[in-house]
Structures are given as C-alpha cells and as structure tokens.
C-alpha cells in the first residue's frame, strides 16, 4: 500500500515539475507591442490642404465727375489682379452681380479727383496740370469681416500731347500707376512679394 503510494506521489511531483517549468518559459518570451491601425496612422500625417482664395470685386463708387476715370481704373485694378498669384481666381459685379458664397470681396470708393489743366498740360507741360485721382480700397474676407483697407493716390508722372489722343494716354498711365500700387499693398498684406513691373 505504502509503495503504490509513493509512486502516485512521485508521478503527481513530476507533473507539477513540468507545469512549472513551461509557464516560466512562456513568460521569458518577450512581448510584442501593440501596433496602432495603419488607417488612424495615415490620416493623422495628411496635411490639411489649404483652401482656394477666390476674390470677387464689387463696383467701384465715385462722383460723377470722376466716373470715366473709376470706371478705367477698376478694369486697370481687375486685369492686373487676373494675372498675379494673389487670388486664385477674380470675378467682377459684371460676371456675378451677387456675391458668391466663400469669396473675398474688394470695394473701392474714390475720395479725391481733380481732372488737372489741359491748358496747363498743353501749353506747359513737364507734367503741369496733372490729374490726381484718390481710391480707397477695402478687402473683406469670406467671412464677411474687413480685414485690409488702404487709400492709393495716383500722380502720373508723364503727360502726352494735348488732344483726345494724349488724354487716353494719361488715363492709360494713371490706371497702371493705380493697379501696381494696389497689387503692391495686397502683396504686403498677405506677405508674398509683390511681381516686377512689367511681369
């Protein structure tokens, strides 16, 4: 009795010897760490992409005296806004007589004209009796809020012959003297450097 006794004893000691021995292999093996999902770990390195800058431009407003010159100037201002990196796209009160939804908006009113001396630039000239025109710009974001508003005084400094043919040509320079000054102050405004004349 005894001897069959300690074999059962013996048989039981060897099998706990040998339980004992892989659990303590197991918990050797080291453990490998949790990976996060290749989806969560993609989207969180995408840069957001930044969102076009589209402008539209509102009529410009002035007194009557002055509507021939505006009227140039703010096609000089549109055209020359059309061809930099400013603004992805330009649109004017002709194309869209509403605003459209996400744009920014720039408003113009003249303060200060003076048509100048045709006498003064036909008899003198040298640039005497030159014509002034004063604009105050207002930039509004697509929020609605305005964040940038400046006044650009326009003093050409040539004068053509007198006659129809050299007042087109002083109109011609003062609406390009107006649009680089314009596209000089947006450029500072959203801090990129402003093109060359003539680019």
């Known amino acids: 009795m005894s001897k069959h006794f300690a074999l059962l004893l013996s048989s039981v000691m060897i099998a706990v010897a040998f339980s004992a021995s892989g659990a303590s292999a197991q918990s050797s093996q ?4 949790s990976q996060p999902p290749q989806t969560d770990q993609a989207q969180q390195q995408t840069p957001a992409q930044p969102q076009p800058r589209k402008l539209w431009i509102a009529k410009f407003t ?3 005296k002055a509507a021939s010159a505006v009227a140039a100037t703010q096609a000089g201002d549109t055209n020359a806004l059309k061809y930099t990196s400013l603004f992805d796209t330009v649109t004017t009160f002709d194309a869209d007589a509403k605003q459209p939804d ?3 908006t720039l408003a113009a009113n003249e303060t200060d004209f003076s048509g100048g001396s045709a006498a003064a630039r036909a008899l003198v000239g040298m640039g005497a009796g030159r014509e002034t ?3 105050e710009y ?3 974001d697509p929020t609605g809020k305005a964040v940038w ?3 650009i005084k326009t003093k050409p400094s040539f004068w053509g012959s007198a006659g129809q043919l050299g007042m087109v040509q002083n109109q011609g ?3 390009d003297e107006q649009a680089q000054k314009l596209i000089d102050a947006l450029s500072k405004y959203f801090g990129v450097t402003p093109p060359k004349k003539g680019k």
Do not use: D, F, H, R
């Open 62 to 64: 002035c007194e009557t």
């Open 173 to 175: 320079a003062a609406t």
């Open 30 to 33: 080291p453990q490998q760490p």
């Open 149 to 151: 508003t400046q006044k």
């Open 102 to 104: 996400g744009t920014w």
């Open 138 to 140: 207002t930039l509004t």
């Open 133 to 135: 025109i004063t604009m």
